[in-house]
């Protein structure tokens, strides 16, 4: 086994003492959360850091809040435990406890946090994935301040975000599903230690039989998570018929960007993105509230 390269250790007590420190260190600190993927990649090489800064003792950033009207939103430091087991995400954000809830990993749900997740960019995300069709919104600070950006402007590229040197997310905003919305997740795998070959994931506001409004995100078929903005422009203001949802499903296979690795083919990922489509958005259906 590879031996971790000596790095100097830092516990700010606040986010501005992090960002100030990572500004003065630039590309040589790492932030430390839950650790899941950052150790396990500095053990083999692939990520280097001379500082580690642990925000784990910043205070706040591990809270969950449910504001009822407003939406909810969770710290930086909230674990994926502990999302799982929030009744407001159970009863209001269902398709996000069930992208949690599928992970077979103890460890990972009880050290790894979601912001880690999302910071990681992995296009097989299915929490990111999940993120995506509920809209989140994050709060990013830095010694110049604080800024808002949704998760789409946020993840740029495989493995690439759009976060500076010096900055750290802090909390994530989940707006509250309007009456009328239903959601459905959904992943292909092989064990349920695998990662997703293609991971759906849908939430759909229905007023009279109209599609009021839609978000389709599709894992593991891209460079990174993405929403199916033509398919969404396509059901938009349309009766959800079953010809609709076909079509759709048809639509958003178009839309990916696949690869063939040791997991899959791209061409059976684009087929199998418009089959976990139709099924999501028909399951998303069924589970519309008033």
């Known amino acids: 086994m590879r031996v971790l390269k000596p790095f100097d250790y830092f ?3 606040t986010v501005k003492e992090a960002a100030q420190f990572l500004t003065t260190h630039g590309g040589k600190a790492q932030v430390l959360a839950g650790g899941i993927d950052l150790i396990p990649r ?3 090489g692939k990520k280097e850091a001379d500082y580690l800064v642990n925000i784990r003792k910043i205070p706040g950033l591990e809270t969950i ?4 009207a407003n939406g909810l939103k969770f710290g930086a430091m909230a674990t994926l435990h502990s999302l799982e087991a929030s009744k407001a995400i159970q009863d209001d954000y269902p398709i996000l406890y069930k992208a949690i809830h599928q992970i077979s990993s103890v460890q990972a749900k009880n050290m790894g946090t979601a912001v880690g997740n999302i910071c990681v960019a992995t296009p097989a995300s299915d929490v990111a994935t999940a993120l995506f069709a509920l809209g989140a919104e994050l709060t990013i600070e830095g010694v ?4 808002k950006e949704s998760i789409q402007k ?3 590229d495989y493995g ?8 750290i997310v802090t909390e ?3 707006p509250r599903p309007p009456a009328g919305t239903g959601s459905a997740f959904m992943n292909l795998i092989r064990t349920h230690a695998d990662i997703a070959k293609v991971s759906i994931a849908v939430a759909i506001t229905v007023r009279d039989g109209v599609c009021e409004k839609v978000r389709i995100a599709v894992g593991a078929a891209a460079p990174t998570v993405f929403r199916a903005i033509k398919t969404e422009a396509a059901l938009k203001g349309q009766k959800v018929t079953h010809e609709a949802i076909n079509e759709a499903a048809e639509t958003a296979a178009g839309e990916t960007k696949p690869i063939t690795d040791l997991r899959s083919t791209a061409e059976y990922r684009r087929e199998m993105t418009g089959v976990l489509a139709r099924r999501a958005m028909e399951k998303a259906l069924q589970q519309v509230k008033a």
């Open 154 to 156: 946020f993840c740029v």
């Open 11 to 13: 516990e700010p007590g």
């Open 172 to 174: 994530v905003f989940l």
């Open 65 to 68: 809040e449910a504001s009822g």
């Open 42 to 44: 500095m053990r083999i």
């Open 144 to 147: 110049d301040g604080e800024r």
């Open 160 to 167: 690439r975000t759009s976060l500076k040197e010096n900055e």
